[in-house]
């Protein structure tokens, strides 16, 4: 049975905990990660939150495996990773890889909008 959106947006989304940017100020200040899984042009046309480290959603599986070359650093099993997009789609479903890749403590913020209406920095 082929898997629609609302499909994978619904496995996402039921192991994929869905957090406030208080609740992900908490996780950064205990070292997790920021991270923006927004296309580049999103991000020169929004700017990005305080401290977040860009990687596209596209290229993620390529950063997250710890035995390829393009492995990222800043991606470890033993953080926390809170994920932000647009309008939190895509953080859902970025999530949900990161867990099936073996990543445990993994946060969906929503957007960039959550963060800033939570009184979360942007920089450009």
């Known amino acids: 049975m082929a898997l629609t959106v609302q499909d994978m947006m619904e496995a996402a989304n039921a192991v994929v905990d869905r957090i406030d940017t208080g609740t992900a100020r908490k996780l950064l200040g205990q070292g997790g ?9 999103e991000l ?8 977040a480290h860009h990687i596209p959603r596209g290229m993620l599986e390529f950063r997250a495996d710890e035995s390829l070359q393009s492995h990222d650093p800043e991606l470890r099993k033993d953080r926390p990773i809170v994920l932000y997009c647009a309008a939190g ?15 445990q403590r993994v946060y969906n913020l929503g957007g960039l909008p ?7 920095e942007v920089t450009a």
Do not use: E, H, I
């Open 33 to 41: 990660l920021l991270l923006d899984v927004r296309d580049a042009v």
């Open 44 to 51: 020169q046309q929004t700017g990005r939150a305080s401290g």
């Open 89 to 103: 789609g895509r953080a859902a479903l970025a999530g949900k890889l990161l867990k099936d890749m073996g990543y």
């Open 114 to 120: 959550d963060w800033v209406n939570g009184g979360g």
